[in-house]
């Protein structure tokens, strides 16, 4: 059996410069970090003709298909056909969080899968080779509308500045805090569930449609990424941190009716009104978890004010995607 283990991810500053329609004209950049919430992969081998099926998936549904091609899940599907593992495979897949939440997820899947399958063929991947297939199975194959950052913190993890060029190439840069910063930038953070799950693919399908149009937006966002990275790695006063990331969503709510509505207008101000300094709705928006930055001092007041939503603890700076048994 062989099982892998991708990280979720929290994405701060830059999103929606990271989308290729964007970068190839004016770069890109963003910064985030992989979280302790994971995405497990389990494979087996099995003698399929002892079977009336050559593949089994299970994910919220089980399928028993003869060829690749009945399968109805399209990423498997093509993840399969990519990796060319044609039969005896029983996949399954599980979560710590619920899909469609804006925790990058979809990619997540996608990166840990092609991690598995390569080591059930005894095949090694690179990280960048794992986030550069992610990128292409998702955009070119399966033809989603994704952006290009979730393949790459769930397969380096940890802290991350990710920087998007016009010849599609990335560069990652591990960003190193001491043991004490590290600690003072996690407490600060607060991730609360909205109770919607949504599909990202129309916003997004929306806002890669109207790239140009909401460029102004994209480039205020992507000019936020060195404030915020001289903030971190300098030292800086992590209240500014928070200030920025109010500022940040209120750029994000330009780039698409559909990011906010009232409900979370309300949540927000909810959270500003107790104490929060910043936050904003992780992926694409309308829904999912959204995150908050808040001093330390005030998080009680704050969790009473959002008692109706369900707060997830969790650590930053987390691995990337690993073979956890073999």
């Not at 991810?9 to 979280?35: C, H």
């Not at 399928?63 to 990519?82: D, G, M, W």
């Not at 704050?302 to 691995?319: D, G, H, Q, R, Y």
Request: proline share 3%; aromatic share 10%.
């Amino acid at each position: 059996m062989i099982i892998s283990r991708t990280p979720l991810r929290i994405s701060l500053f830059g999103g929606g410069s990271d989308f290729p329609e964007y970068f190839r004209k004016y770069g890109g950049a963003v910064i985030g970090t992989a979280i302790d919430k994971y995405v497990y992969h389990s494979i087996m081998r099995f003698p399929s003709k002892l079977f009336d099926y050559k593949v089994r998936l299970a994910y919220s549904k089980v399928e028993c298909v003869k060829n690749l091609q009945e399968i109805t899940h399209a990423p498997f599907r093509e993840s399969l056909k990519y990796m060319g593992v044609k039969q005896d495979v029983e996949i399954s897949i599980s979560s710590d969080l619920p899909s469609f939440t804006g925790l990058g997820s979809s990619s997540s899947f996608t990166v840990g899968l092609l991690n598995a399958l390569a080591a059930f063929q005894h095949k090694h991947r690179t990280r960048k080779q794992l986030a550069s297939e992610a990128i292409n199975l998702e955009r070119n194959i399966l033809r989603e509308a994704v952006g290009c950052q979730d393949q790459v913190f769930a397969a380096f993890g940890g802290i991350c500045r990710i920087d998007f060029h016009s010849d599609r190439e990335f560069d990652v840069e591990k960003i190193v805090l001491s043991p004490k910063r590290l600690s003072e930038l996690k407490k600060s953070l607060m991730l609360v569930y909205t109770g919607i799950k949504r599909r990202a693919y129309e916003i997004e399908r929306r806002k890669i449609k109207n790239v140009e149009l909401i460029s102004d937006f994209l480039k205020a966002i992507h000019n936020q990424v060195d404030v915020a990275h001289k903030i971190i790695v300098r030292n800086g006063n992590l209240s500014d941190l928070g200030e920025l990331l109010h500022h940040s969503w209120c750029k994000k709510r330009n780039l698409d009716e559909g990011v906010s509505n009232p409900f979370i207008d309300e949540l927000y101000d909810s959270a500003r009104k107790a104490g929060a300094l910043g936050g904003k709705l992780l992926g694409a928006g309308g829904g999912g978890f959204m995150l908050l930055f808040v001093p330390p001092k005030l998080k009680t007041s704050i969790k009473l004010a959002l008692s109706k939503f369900p707060e997830v603890t969790f650590c930053i700076n987390a691995p990337g995607s690993m073979i956890i048994h073999s």
